[in-house]
């Protein structure tokens, strides 16, 4: 069995807006539609934090719309969410396991990648790391455009063909919904680079991202 180290950079250039564990976003309790940067321990009257108990439970990475997003480890696409108002978003489970500090043993990661525009990416795929699998956006409950990227350690049970029937996150109870910090396991070189890319609208987006 291989072991993963690290995942990569979902987006570039990387830049950390609002990182694990911060408390920066709260949401109207009447409005729900309406989402402000805030202290979320401190919040405004009539809003309240938009997190749980421990704060947020991923980072939230500068990403303008249409921004690239590559998967960070090879994988399967085990949840996709294609409603707007929900917030677009993918769960990718690695194929190989990484030993995870928080449990002290071996497991299986799903990453999530949220808030995007569309999807490339289906139910069921495989994906190897580097691969474009959607755009960045503001969908769902967010007060901009942004990449949310999660880490969250999961047991995995099999359909009889072999597939991945279900995954249930370990840590569901650590007050940041099965959340890790992904800051513990990133590597800090992008998924993919400009040789990487090869159709002519992703190289565009790339240049129009990462040029001034």
Known sequence: ?????????????FH???????????????DKSDVINCDGLNPPKGYRSIYGAGGH????LRAKRF?????SQDGIVTEV??????????????????????????????LRYWHNFTHKARLGDKVSIGDLIAWADNTGYSSGDHLHFECKPVSISYKKDGTIKKTTNILQDNGYYGGVNPMNYME?????TWQGIKSFKER?????INTK
Not at 188 to 192: F, G, I, L, R
Not at 204 to 208: D, E
């Open 1 to 13: 069995m291989k072991i993963i180290k690290f995942i990569y950079q979902p987006v570039t250039p």
């Open 16 to 30: 950390i807006n609002q990182g694990f564990g911060a408390n920066q976003i709260c949401i109207n309790k009447k």
């Open 57 to 60: 439970n991923g980072l939230d």
């Open 67 to 71: 921004t690239p997003i590559y998967s």
């Open 81 to 110: 969410v294609d409603e707007e108002l929900r917030g677009m978003g993918l769960g990718i489970t690695t194929t190989n396991p990484f030993y995870c500090k928080e449990t002290n043993s071996i497991e299986h990661f799903k």
């Open 188 to 192: 800090m070189k992008p998924a993919t």
């Open 204 to 208: 565009l987006a790339w240049m129009l």
